[in-house]
């Protein structure tokens, strides 16, 4: 038996180590301005938190901020539990995944993609057949997780470049696969649907401003500039990368698809209880703009929350049974490969969104008293694209999760204070140019899966990753920002 004794990497340590201590010289630091003593430890918690989730474990930092911020004095612990594990969203992702996790099971993704690719159109050129595989991969990464949806066009290209015959050095190899995965990400981004980063962002500005924002509303919100970056992403692709293909003369779908057996009992049951949840979720943003506030229909739906559909929905997958099986085992579910560790990661990231908001804290009255010189001589639209900029930008270095949560809490505090700045518009603007990562490895786990795939080259996807940094920042600030501002109130 091998001897036990207390050893830990000390690189490891070493960040340990500097992190509490960054943590710690907070607790000693005076007031500055409007920013209380409680206030002041906030924010070391804030920051420290954020670096050892990014430095050392995405795990038990979570469970230390608990302690921490309760230390601080700016929450009780049980605010602190509410407002983290027991927030809505939580529960919500977690049903999201159980959701999406039975429709990929039953088949339905892969027989979605097999029946759009073989269409007529699909076939018509070999740049037809490339913007059609992204468009599959747009849709589909529009309602489901974008890492499932990755491993799944990734290796579906796989199969395509074989039976072409494309190396993994050929051009068209690095086009095709970064094409679907950044038109999953584009999807991933567009709505809320099983997607936790938007979710976090929606979390943390109602958990901030007490006003939730409906399926709807963000979907009004990312649907038009998701469509316009992927029509932006297509030219780029066709106009600056120009692959070779001559060798689509040997493509033949039905040799890569095989034979498409009809649906199912069970693929047939996911997919109308999953459509159905999703109709209902976004059903009363869509009533609302044709029935008065007092219709009863629109009153009748909006007394169900879009966590009440999931759970009915999830609910329905575990008892309805087919040859004595439940469609979806929710033991076997969440007990085999469920990602307990991102369910943390959102909690804490809503958490600490909220606390440094706090009116204990003072930060937003230190921004707006501090900003105001600066933000008065500019246009809205100029701070709107600085802080899409900034926001996709430095998600593209550094993890969604905490970029979304600093960049929509300061967003909120600084549009809070500011009538020009649209509060709600701003905050889905940081929070959409957050899930919105193409560059490097370390910003999504998507893009770290397209780095590491044998057909991809990872300087081309940081060229043309960069240069879509720029043009989403740029939709998503002058196009979605100022459709949603011009018909919600400030």
Known sequence: MEKQAFKTDKKLLMKTIFCLAFIAVFWFLPPVGEITVVGVRT?????????????????????????????????????????????????FVMLSFVLTSALNEAGFTKRLTMWFM?????????????????????IVGMFMDQVPATAFFLGFSSKILQQLG??????????????????????????????????????????????PISMFTYMAFGIPAGIVAFIVMCLVMRFFM?????????????????????????????????MTTVVLWILP??????????NPVLLFFKQFSITFWALLAVVALAVIRINNEPIVNLKKTLEQGFPWGVILFISIGVLLGSAVSSEAVGLSAFISNNLTP???????????????????????????????????????????????????????????????????????????MLHMDENSDGGTVIRYGSLMVLVCSLIVALLSYNLLASVMPM
């Open 43 to 91: 924010i070391g918690v804030f920051i420290g938190t954020v670096l050892l989730l990014s430095l050392v474990d995405t795990i038990w930092p979570v469970f230390l901020a608990f302690i921490l911020l309760n230390l601080a004095g700016v929450m009780s612990l049980y605010d602190i539990l509410k407002g983290s594990i027991g927030n809505w969203i939580i529960t």
């Open 118 to 138: 073989t269409r007529k159109f699909a076939s018509k050129s070999p740049w037809a057949f490339a913007y059609a595989f992204w468009g599959i991969s747009f």
């Open 166 to 211: 494309y190396g993994k050095k050929d051009k068209f190899s690095h086009m095709l696969t970064m094409g679907a995965v950044f038109a999953v990400n584009i999807g991933g981004a567009s709505t809320p649907i099983s997607h936790s980063l938007a979710l976090l962002g929606m979390g943390i500005y109602e958990k901030t401003t007490g006003q």
């Open 242 to 274: 120009r692959p070779d293909m001559s060798k689509f003369s040997n493509l033949n779908m039905n040799e890569i698809v095989g034979e498409i057996k009809p649906m199912d009992l069970k693929e047939k049951t996911v997919v109308v209880v999953f």
């Open 285 to 294: 943003g869509l009533l609302a703009l044709f029935l008065q506030a007092s």
């Open 374 to 448: 600066i933000v008065d001589g500019m246009a809205p639209i100029a701070v709107v694209l600085i802080f899409a900029l900034a926001t996709t930008v430095v998600t593209n270095f550094s993890s969604n999760v905490t970029t979304i949560t600093v960049m929509t809490g300061v967003a909120i505090a600084v549009a809070s204070s500011f009538p020009s700045l649209n509060t709600m518009a701003l905050a889905l603007t940081t929070t959409m140019c957050g899930s919105l990562a193409f560059v490097l490895p370390s910003s999504f786990a998507p893009i770290a």
